[in-house]
Nanobody, 127 residues
Framework: HVQLVESGGGSVQAGRSLRLSCTASGMTWSRYCMAWFRQSPGKEREGVAGIEGDGATAYSDSVRGRFTISLDNANQVLYLQMNKLKPDDSAMYFC??????????????????????WGQGTQVTVS
């Protein structure tokens, strides 16, 4: 039984940083594509970053250069380091897991997000 729990959200001023964490249980990291998504009221869910078990990463155009996704394999924690935050980054952030590779990373560019496992989300507000 895979369980994902996010933490680290909060309210910050524009230009500041936050680091989100996603603790996983019931899974083997190396076998999964892991990702961060976000959704704000009235907008569609948006993929922002993904990472595979071999360490390959990819980012959406809106966060590339500002956000960094990483894995702590020893402790089974997924991170999203968010720097130079903007008001447009305000959203509920979710981590997600999909068995296998991330494929063509289509979920970062408006494609289908075929992820079976989702966390409950953590709110980020940038003012």
């Amino acid at each position: 039984h895979v369980q994902l729990v996010e933490s680290g959200g909060g309210s910050v001023q524009a230009g500041r940083s936050l680091r989100l964490s996603c603790t996983a249980s019931g899974m083997t990291w190396s076998r999964y594509c892991m990702a961060w998504f976000r959704q704000s009221p009235g907008k569609e869910r948006e993929g922002v970053a993904g990472i595979e078990g071999d360490g390959a990463t990819a980012y959406s155009d809106s966060v590339r250069g500002r956000f960094t996704i990483s894995l702590d394999n020893a402790n089974q924690v997924l991170y999203l380091q968010m720097n130079k935050l903007k008001p447009d980054d305000s959203a509920m952030y979710f981590c997600a897991a999909s068995l296998g590779f991330c494929g063509n990373w289509a979920f970062l560019y408006g494609g289908v997000a075929d992820f079976r496992h989702w966390g409950q989300g953590t709110q980020v507000t940038v003012s």
